[in-house]
């Protein structure tokens, strides 16, 4: 323990704060590679409103004095996985090309900002030399 406290201490120079500040400052103007939805996460996401929000209503208020109220996150994916399983074979084969479509479009916009950064002059003294 004694080596963990010696060794993993914090800078605490004067300008440390500095120092944070311009480290956090670089890493917020790096996007995060999206990834790709569970199938079942992408059914809940494009239908959430039209065919499981009515249900999960329904049947939280039969339960809501029975069970805590997170337990609401718990039982609309359950619901969500129920109602998942009951759609056609064809249904789930088109929603999976959506999906797959949708996480290319994603990551061809993250492409396209990285580039963005790359190519962008890390500070404005070399943008002039």
Request: net charge neutral; no cysteine.
């Amino acid at each position: 323990m004694a080596w963990y406290h010696t060794f993993n201490k914090k800078v605490n120079s004067g300008n440390s704060f500095e120092i944070e500040k311009a480290f956090h400052d670089m890493t917020e103007t790096v996007p995060t590679a999206p990834k790709v939805l569970r199938t079942s996460q992408f059914y809940s996401r494009k239908y959430y409103n039209t065919r499981i929000k009515p249900v999960v209503d329904a049947e939280w208020a039969l339960v809501k004095d029975i069970i805590p109220e997170p337990s609401r996150i718990a039982l609309s994916n359950t619901i969500t996985d129920r109602i998942y399983a009951g759609e056609s074979k064809s249904f789930k084969e088109r929603l999976d090309v959506e999906r797959i479509e949708a996480h290319a479009k994603k990551m061809a916009e993250y492409e396209r900002a990285v580039k963005r950064l790359e190519s962008a002059p890390d500070s404005a003294e070399s943008f002039h030399e």
